[in-house]
């Protein structure tokens, strides 16, 4: 399993767009890099999975550069609802462990 | 409507009292899987279940007990809890070879377990 390394925390204002950066050297071929959100006492929810180049959703951008060793993601005009502890996972989407890291804290300030 | 339920929400217990906190997922998943979450470590896989009968063991299964005796169902065994197994567990389930592609994790509310 690739393992992967993100920022412990990170600061913004409301209206900002925050980047949140993964680095995963490890990456195999079949890997898929997936972000989940979560919020205290709740359990993590998928966000936005990506496999190369850019991904895009109602929530979220994921940018993966051509060499697959690091991922971004991206959050337009966060507010304070954003506030909450993004994973950023790395491995296969069919039936294998994942496994979550510590997660990069992210507060958004008004 | 697809969800993932565990029982019970809140425990307090007493060291060495055998306790089970139950999963069920309603999503007909082959994948399920039990996490830890304490503050500083983030989330860690205790056990997870590739399908019926088939367990195997994540980072930190010691003191934890799982059976998977059909599909639905996953639930989390304490033999004699310890004041270290004081935690929030979550239960996840996954559906790896179904249409969605992503291969998405779906969580429980989670547990919140206290020994004292």
């Known amino acids: 399993l690739a393992k992967t390394t993100q920022p412990i925390s990170m600061d913004s204002y409301e209206g900002q767009e925050v980047n949140i950066t993964c680095s995963h050297n490890?990456?195999?071929?079949?890997?898929?890099i997936t972000w989940y959100q979560q919020f205290p006492s709740q359990g993590p929810r998928f966000i936005i999975q990506?496999?190369?180049t850019k991904v895009t959703n109602e929530v979220a951008s994921l940018f993966i550069p051509a060499d697959r060793k690091s991922s971004t993601l991206s959050l337009p005009r966060v507010s304070l609802s954003d506030t909450a502890v993004y994973y950023c996972l790395v491995g296969e989407t069919g039936n294998t462990p994942l496994v979550f890291g510590k997660g990069t804290r992210l507060s958004v300030i008004a | 409507e697809a969800q993932v339920t565990q029982n019970p929400r809140y425990l307090i217990t007493v060291t060495g009292k055998k306790l089970t906190v139950t999963c069920s997922q309603n999503m007909n998943h082959e994948y399920m899987s039990w996490y830890r979450q304490d503050p500083g470590l983030g989330l860690r896989q205790i056990y997870y279940?590739?399908?019926?009968?088939?367990?195997d063991k994540g980072d930190v299964p010691e003191g934890y007990k799982v059976s998977r005796k059909e599909k639905r169902n996953f639930p989390l065994i304490l033999e004699s809890p310890s004041p270290n197994q004081t935690s929030l567990y979550f239960c996840?389930?996954?559906?790896?070879?179904?249409?969605?592609?992503?291969?998405?994790?779906?969580f429980g509310e989670g547990s919140r377990l206290t020994v004292l």
């Open positions: 279940s590739m399908n019926v009968e088939v367990t």
């Open positions: 996840a389930s996954r559906d790896p070879s179904g249409l969605a592609d992503t291969g998405e994790l779906f």
């Open positions: 490890n990456i195999a071929t079949n890997d898929y």
């Open positions: 990506g496999y190369k």
